[in-house]
């Protein structure tokens, strides 16, 4: 099953790749059965390539230990550097790194931060005024008040996390194939069309913003709730918002710096790998444009859930681009010791 | 480090299993606010079809308005589901001024959700207004 998983697994990021771009841009992810199913699918392969990898890891130190030897012996290592499935394992290891904890850290903070503000909804005069005659509506129907104040917002909240973990599991699972297989080629060039049709079907006049003003005094924000209702209550300015204005809105400045640390960690590594000798410097290149198309589409398109195709392609490109070098198996022993 | 990544990942992984799993199982407001809507929309359609007998289209008007606002209980800030559930209250044509109390609360919600269409629910408004203004001095 070892020998045949590692490609079938490769295979099937490539499907899923695909499969989760065409959704983004041909069906309404916002619906959360869809989402669901896109979930259920990366976190299907991302836990079964885990389990494969921490399977080599456990097989490499059963062997180390019968040896009775301290260090990897000679023959072990010998051994290994026959056996490809084996090496694969060990090279994939590498994708379990200090950025990508930190980049985990930093999503969590957001997620943290959303969750808090879905269960403390926003204290706002008109808003309180409308739940008030929504309530009065409900009394004299002589039903119980809608649970939709505290739901509404909590499912906002709960597709936006569910999104943001499926793209660090492809940023994931993308360095790991990178690290582990010399082929990782061919997904990136995939993952450079998929990105470049989503950006096209992206871009145009229709759906750029109106304009391009961000409250400047919103520390908390108003949380995931609806963000037409906070239009239509005048609280919000009744115009196409991008999703960088309403992430301003719903999670204040605190929240939108939780929501781009990852983006200016992976920044700041690829800044690094420019300086890299062991490096072609195309690469970090590469990356920073893909950043940038990133930001772009996030400040001045209309917010719509079809870019749900251009973030996924554009973190796996991300995740392909910002590797450290390649090295070979001895030296990632070492590491790993 | 390299174990402290590893569980973390380990632990997105999960996360994104169980959140896609509820996504999937778990009946979300709404989504339930959708299934009453598609029915309520069915039996308000039936109330406007003048082959029926009055009392045929009287049932299926209340049908209508009990899943208006079932569907209204999951998802309230619709302001489309309120202006039906008012054109309903206005079918029935109730006497009762609890009732008409209600139906002034569902155009005023609406009112409030979509400014685009005020106009046409100040009409409304004052039209239960006066009606309710006739009923008193009839009384």
Request: with cysteine; hydrophobic share 50%; glycine share 6%.
């Amino acid at each position: 099953m070892n020998k045949h998983f590692y490609d079938v697994s490769f295979f099937a990021y490539c499907f899923l790749l695909v499969f989760s771009c065409m959704s983004g841009l041909f069906l309404d992810l916002s619906s959360p059965k869809l989402l669901g199913i896109v979930g259920l699918a990366w976190s299907a392969l991302s836990l079964l390539v885990f389990l494969w990898v921490v399977e080599r890891v456990y097989y490499f130190k059963k062997q180390v230990g019968k040896t009775g030897e301290p260090g990897l012996s000679h023959r072990i290592l010998k051994s290994m550097s026959q056996q490809k499935f084996y090496n694969l394992g060990v090279k994939a290891l590498r994708s379990f790194n200090a950025i990508n904890f930190l980049i985990i850290i930093c999503g969590a903070l957001y997620c943290f931060w959303m969750f808090y503000l879905a269960l403390s909804p926003p204290r706002v005069e008109p808003l309180l005024k409308l739940n008030e005659l929504i309530a009065d509506f409900f009394q004299g129907q002589g039903l119980a008040e809608p649970n939709i104040f505290w739901a509404s917002p909590m499912i906002s909240a709960w597709l936006n996390a569910t999104i943001l973990l499926i793209l660090f599991l492809v940023f994931w699972l993308m360095q790991l194939y990178v690290y582990s297989n010399s082929q990782y080629w061919n997904i990136a060039w995939l993952a450079l069309s998929l990105f470049f049709l989503s950006f096209f079907a992206m871009i145009g006049p229709g759906n750029s913003v109106n304009s391009l003003h961000i409250p400047d005094n919103i520390w908390i924000g108003y949380g995931w709730s609806n963000i037409d209702v906070l239009q239509a209550l005048g609280i919000i300015p009744n115009e196409r918002l991008s999703y960088f204005q309403m992430r301003f809105y719903a999670s204040g400045i605190t929240g939108v710096t939780f929501f781009y640390l990852p983006g200016l960690i992976v920044m700041f590594v690829l800044m690094r790998n420019m300086f890299s000798k062991s490096l072609d410097r195309r690469l970090p290149l590469i990356g920073l444009l893909v950043l940038l198309v990133l930001l772009y589409v996030d400040i001045g398109y209309n917010a719509n859930i079809r870019q749900f195709s251009l973030w996924i392609s554009g973190w796996c490109l991300l995740g392909c681009v910002s590797i450290r070098e390649r090295s070979n198996i001895r030296r990632i022993y070492r590491i790993h010791q | 480090m390299k174990q402290m990544a590893s569980v973390s990942t380990f632990v997105t992984i999960i996360l994104l299993l169980l959140f896609s799993l509820c996504q999937i199982f778990l009946q979300l407001p709404p989504q339930k606010a959708a299934l009453h809507e598609s029915v309520a929309s069915r039996a308000f359609y039936t109330s406007q079809n003048n082959d029926l007998s009055h009392q045929e289209r009287n049932s299926a008007a209340q049908k209508a308005k009990s899943h208006f606002i079932h569907a209204l209980a999951n998802n309230p800030y619709e302001a489309g589901l309120w202006i039906r559930l008012a054109s309903v209250h206005k079918t029935l044509g109730s006497e009762n001024s609890q009732d008409n109390d209600s139906l002034v609360d569902a155009v005023r919600v609406a009112r409030i959700l979509r400014s685009d269409i005020q106009p046409n629910l100040d009409r409304i408004l004052i039209q239960i207004n006066s009606e309710n203004r006739n009923d008193i001095t009839h009384e």
